[in-house]
């Protein structure tokens, strides 16, 4: 599971980018950025092949971490309920701080909250996780649903309501008013100062990830935990079984998004199809691409190797690694930074890729040769079991 966790948390980061740099162009690239030659190729390769991906993967595996963590508790005779939710409030913790003083996308604090309702969960066997898996994700349908029907009906703006729910969503899946963008741009551009208070006004707050992906993210992390006790996310299942996942969950998936992709741009980026194709149309379809990319990634493990190896230790140290990145983007892209905020087109955003990875991959082996945590896994243990934890490894063999 590490080597899954870390190619996970490198996929974020891919995916991530846009928010980071550009204003209100994460889903469509008319936004800002670029839309036409390399801009539109890239953005049509992570929609294909990243966007939503990554972050359900990270899910799944936050569920099937978070499942692995109490059966430890339980077998050490802990009590696992509080072992869990220290962990839980430890991680909305870091999350908030990370989330109103650096990144809106954090979703640390949103796994907190979605995390803790998982609990209720762990005891249902394989079958009753994944029943339950469908239903929230049709209930997540549901309510997509519903939204994409008050975009689509909203784009005549011919009353109030219309036009404000229009620009609602314009925010995220259009073209946001001139207004708007350059009171983002000369806020993100700012001050750390300035900088937080207009996200603090305009796009923080713990409970909107809720609202918008906490069916989707529970379902996946209850994917996450049938996983894990079906030995599919160990490693226990036979090569051939994988192969079969692999090929059928991505010959499904893989033509649907390619079509998805060929409408958003056959439709000329217009926001309501923005969101049908990126929100509602393809819920099930990333689902079963997370589903696909699990099994075709646990093919090409390939233990001891210096790949496998190096990416396992990225997966070891995500919580230090997803942090590590924001810090990394914020500083180049925001006024308190370097400023760069807006300036770069977005195929250029994806050179820094191969530059963030490699720095993924020096350091997080070597220091986990030496630590038994990354440095903010530490942190994140030390706090949740109100005791600071052992960190040098040679501490072990002086004991």
């Given amino acids: 599971m590490d080597f899954l966790r870390g190619v996970a948390v490198m996929g974020i980061l891919v995916a991530n980018l846009p928010g980071f740099a550009l204003p209100s162009a994460y889903f469509s690239p008319v936004a800002w950025g670029g839309s036409t030659g390399a801009n539109l190729s890239v953005w049509f390769a992570t929609y294909v092949l990243i966007e939503g991906k990554m972050r359900g993967l990270f899910s799944v595996l936050f569920g099937a971490s978070m499942l692995l963590v109490i059966e430890r508790a339980n077998r050490k005779g802990e009590n696992a309920a509080g072992v869990h939710y220290r962990r839980m409030a430890t991680l909305f913790v870091i999350g908030a701080v990370h989330l109103y003083l650096f990144w809106s996308g954090d979703i640390l604090n949103h796994y907190a909250i ?14 009753w996780l994944l029943i339950c ?80 992906l906490g069916m989707q993210t529970l379902s996946a992390m209850l994917l996450g935990m049938a996983g894990y006790r079906s030995g ?97 983007m914020t500083f180049i892209f925001s006024g308190w930074g370097l400023g760069q905020f807006g300036y770069w087109s977005r195929a250029q955003l994806y050179l820094l890729v191969p530059v963030a990875w490699a720095m993924m991959l020096c350091w997080s082996k070597p220091w986990l040769d030496r630590y038994r945590y990354g440095p903010l896994e530490w942190v994140w243990r030390s706090l949740s079991r109100m005791q600071l934890q052992p960190m040098r490894k040679l501490a072990d063999a002086i004991s």
């Fill in 232 to 328: 599919f996310l160990t490693g226990r299942w036979t090569r051939a079984r994988y192969r079969r996942w692999a090929a059928v969950s991505l010959a499904v998936s893989l033509p649907i998004y390619v079509a998805l992709a060929y409408n958003t741009v056959a439709q000329g980026f217009f926001g309501p199809w923005v969101f049908f194709d990126s929100i509602l149309a393809a819920e099930v379809p990333r689902s079963v691409m997370v589903i696909g990319y699990t099994a075709l990634l646990m093919l090409l493990m390939r233990p001891g190797t210096w790949v496998t190896t190096r990416i396992a230790a990225v997966g070891r140290a995500a919580f230090t690694n997803y942090l590590g990145t924001t810090l990394m």
């Fill in 133 to 212: 898996a469908g239903v929230l994700l049709a209930l997540q349908l549901a309510a997509e649903n519903m939204a994409s029907q008050s975009y689509f009906e909203s784009a005549a703006r011919d009353t109030p309501a219309k036009i404000e729910t229009w620009n609602g969503f314009a925010s995220a899946f259009g073209v946001p008013p001139p207004a708007e963008v350059t009171a983002e741009l000369d806020a993100r551009r700012g001050g750390f100062v300035e900088s937080n208070v207009y996200r603090w006004k305009h796009e923080v707050s713990p409970l909107n990830g809720i609202m918008q």
């Fill in 114 to 127: 979605v995390g803790s309702v998982a609990f209720l969960f762990v005891r249902l066997p394989v079958r």
